[in-house]
């Protein structure tokens, strides 16, 4: 039996970048030290890595829309036992194409799986074999954070991220629009191009759908090309969706569906920062849907807003399959919490090896219902109490 495990969103903001700071460089170790007995049960373990790396640990992350790590982030991550890490996120431009060559750079470095953005115009689908079953690896993302940064591809460069779309405000006008929403001539603007539904003007940037014939076109060439190359499933790093919003949003939805009816088997979901659910339905034909698996780690709900979404909280979901049949046999997963530590450091943790640490019956009492909370929320089912790994 081989066992796959997806995490979600790995973060490293600011606030991190300081906390981990040791007088000879950085250790991240911390984070990732109480999942390693969980990684070590998986025969591969993927995450989506929401931040570049820098291979000389220049120019760190110092803004919202500015990621960028140091190297012993990815370092601690691969160490820990996660073996992937998709690339292509809003992210992945915040420090400009040199950034993308950096995080190339780095991770290769490390030996970290990696597909999403690249370095070269000789990019190749990424295929990995785990016990005899050939798995074909993608990832993609809705946009890259260019509303703010200001970080546009230009026609030579689009190679370098995988896009569901163009650009979020590519068109000059409305990038205009949006950084001058409160001149009168502007309002005038929004209303009328609020009328037609592509431009979804009401909506956050991160929601809003642009022109995407040249993205799906290269999108179904991989898939066919990953097809050609026999791989027996084809898995889907999907970013996309609004921030901390109570359930996936409609564009997520879509996507996901989209994705399975034009080839691809499982659609690991990130991106919204809060857990959300999936289709686990079609198990039986070999294919599964999640929309958000959470924050793997981070400062969101720990130390810093917002507190009221639950954002501490993320999935391992979990995917069997049986070798020789190479047919999926089940799905599980497990809630994940991170939770401070000394020196406003955070660590993740399986939310059943913390609650079995707690003393405290009311405090054991809040993470036993949160646990159920969370469970149902990613799986849509009932359950009556805490489980190491809960069977959807």
Request: hydrophobic share 35%; proline share 2%; aromatic share 12%.
């Amino acid at each position: 039996m081989i066992k796959l495990t997806f995490l979600g969103d790995v973060m490293c903001k600011a606030q991190m970048v300081t906390a981990y700071k040791t007088d000879s460089g950085y250790n991240f170790d911390t984070i990732f030290e109480k999942m390693k007995d969980y990684f070590n049960e998986s025969d591969y373990v993927l995450s989506n890595m929401e931040t570049p790396i820098s291979f000389d640990n220049s120019n760190l992350t110092n803004e919202q829309y500015r990621f960028n790590s140091p190297y012993e982030f990815a370092e601690s991550a691969f160490k820990s036992g996660i073996n992937f890490a998709a690339t292509a996120n809003n992210h992945c431009l915040d420090r400009g194409t040199k950034g993308i060559e950096s995080t190339v750079k780095a991770l290769n470095k490390i030996g970290f799986a990696h597909t999403g953005v690249f370095s070269s115009e000789k990019k190749k689908p990424l295929i990995i074999n785990v016990k005899g079953i050939k798995f074909g690896i993608l990832a993609y993302t809705y946009g890259t954070n260019a509303f703010s940064n200001n970080e546009y591809l230009n026609k030579n460069e689009k190679y370098m991220v995988n896009l569901f779309q163009e650009q979020e405000l590519n068109n000059s006008i409305l990038r205009y629009c949006y950084h001058n929403k409160n001149k009168k001539t502007v309002k005038i603007i929004n209303r009328i191009l609020g009328k037609f539904k592509r431009f979804h003007m009401d909506k956050p940037i991160y929601e809003r759908t642009g022109n995407d014939k040249h993205q799906k076109e290269q999108l179904l060439r991989e898939i066919f090309e990953l097809k050609v190359k026999e791989v027996d499933y084809i898995i889907m790093y999907m970013h996309a969706g609004g921030q901390y919003n109570s359930s996936a949003t409609e564009y997520t939805v879509k996507l996901a569906d989209y994705l399975i009816q034009n080839g691809v088997d499982i659609v690991a979901g990130s991106h919204e920062h809060v857990v959300h659910g999936g289709d686990f339905s079609k198990i039986s034909s070999g294919k599964l849907v999640t929309y958000s698996l959470g924050n793997f780690d981070g400062i969101a709900g720990v130390y810093d807003k917002p507190f009221d979404k639950m954002a501490e909280y993320s999935i391992a979901w979990n995917i069997y399959f049986d070798e020789l049949k190479k047919t999926i046999i089940k799905t599980t997963f497990s809630v994940l919490k991170t939770i401070e530590c000394e020196n406003k450091k955070v660590q993740t943790i399986p939310l059943y090896d913390l609650i079995a640490e707690i003393a405290e019956a009311d405090e054991k009492k809040k993470l036993e219902r949160d646990a159920v909370k969370i469970a149902e929320i990613f799986s849509g089912k009932l359950y009556d109490g805490i489980q190491k790994e809960y069977s959807i």
